[in-house]
């Protein structure tokens, strides 16, 4: 396994119960800086795959590596530390804490990973890239101030990838987090999103069910194409 990849997996098999087949890949990779749009309808199994790939769920057979560093042979702890280390994800619903200022919110990793830290602090303050990060996703300095819980649903949208970039992770991954969004706000989201991975060399999987999407990335993957398993709820 190489770093020249931010994903490499081969033959994997994955189910959330004993005797039941929800993933059946037998490769699928993502080069080191590339974006790639994974499309599949809802039950498709993308929620899985993306639990796989982040180390939350392990596999139940295959080979899985990321960023180089192949995931199977790290306990639960250590998968944990590299997750909060090399991973940046941005949830569906975003997953913001409500009692946090959108500034603090995206300050959290920092918190869990010196790595991404220090990273975050080469060039000044963890605030002042906070702010940063905010800024260039459109989010001005009246609004980062604000709670959270009184923020629209695309000021948090932009929120959460702040969070999933700060100390450029070298893998961004990213759960149908446009799916609230009319198709203008969507675009524009997409667009600021590609340009910070771009700027950090990070790579990133876009998972959505609306192959409309395809456009804005490097590569468009149709999960049905390399899942031999087939149509899953998951």
Same mark, same amino acid.
């Given at each position: 396994?190489?770093?020249?990849?931010?994903?490499?997996?081969?033959?994997? %098999? &994955?189910?959330?119960?004993?005797?039941?087949?929800?993933?059946?890949?037998?490769? &699928?990779?993502?080069?080191?800086?590339?974006? #790639?749009?994974?499309? !599949?309808?809802? !039950?498709?199994?993308?929620?899985?795959?993306?639990? #796989?790939?982040?180390?939350?769920?392990?596999?139940?057979?295959?080979?899985?590596?990321?960023?180089?560093?192949?995931?199977?042979?790290?306990?639960?702890?250590?998968?944990?530390? /590299? +997750?909060?280390?090399?991973?940046?994800?941005?949830?569906?619903?975003?997953? *913001?804490?409500?009692?946090?200022?959108?500034?603090?919110?995206?300050?959290?990793?920092?918190?869990?990973?010196?790595?991404?830290?220090?990273?975050?602090?080469?060039?000044?303050?963890?605030?002042?890239?906070? %702010?940063?990060?905010?800024?260039?996703?459109?989010?001005?300095?009246?609004?980062?101030?604000?709670?959270?819980?009184? *923020?629209?649903?695309? @000021?948090? @949208?932009?929120?959460?990838?702040?969070?999933?970039?700060? !100390?450029?992770?070298?893998?961004?991954?990213?759960?149908?987090?446009?799916?609230? *969004?009319?198709?203008?706000?969507?675009?524009?989201?997409?667009? =600021?999103?590609?340009? %910070?991975?771009?700027?950090?060399?990070?790579? =990133?999987? /876009?998972?959505?069910?609306?192959?409309? =999407? !395809?456009? /804005? /990335?490097? +590569?468009?993957?149709?999960?049905?194409?390399?899942?031999?398993?087939?149509? #899953?709820?998951?």
């Amino acid at each position: 396994m190489t770093t020249e990849f931010a994903i490499q997996i081969g033959q994997l %098999e &994955f189910g959330w119960k004993p005797g039941q087949t929800l993933l059946d890949i037998d490769r &699928f990779e993502l080069a080191a800086g590339e974006s #790639v749009f994974l499309v !599949g309808p809802s !039950g498709s199994g993308k929620s899985s795959l993306l639990a #796989v790939i982040a180390g939350i769920a392990p596999a139940s057979a295959g080979e899985i590596a990321i960023l180089g560093q192949d995931m199977t042979a790290l306990s639960p702890a250590r998968r944990d530390a /590299f +997750r909060a280390d090399n991973l940046g994800v941005i949830f569906q619903l975003f997953n *913001l804490v409500p009692y946090l200022s959108p500034l603090d919110n995206v300050m959290l990793p920092c918190r869990f990973s010196k790595a991404r830290r220090d990273r975050a602090t080469r060039n000044g303050s963890l605030r002042s890239e906070a %702010e940063r990060l905010l800024n260039s996703l459109g989010l001005d300095a009246a609004t980062i101030s604000r709670a959270s819980t009184e *923020l629209s649903v695309g @000021q948090q @949208q932009r929120v959460a990838a702040a969070r999933a970039l700060i !100390g450029a992770p070298g893998l961004i991954i990213a759960d149908e987090p446009t799916s609230a *969004l009319d198709s203008s706000s969507r675009n524009n989201f997409i667009e =600021l999103l590609q340009g %910070e991975c771009e700027a950090a060399n990070s790579a =990133l999987l /876009f998972v959505s069910h609306d192959e409309a =999407l !395809g456009r /804005f /990335f490097d +590569r468009h993957v149709d999960l049905a194409d390399i899942n031999r398993a087939g149509s #899953v709820v998951a």
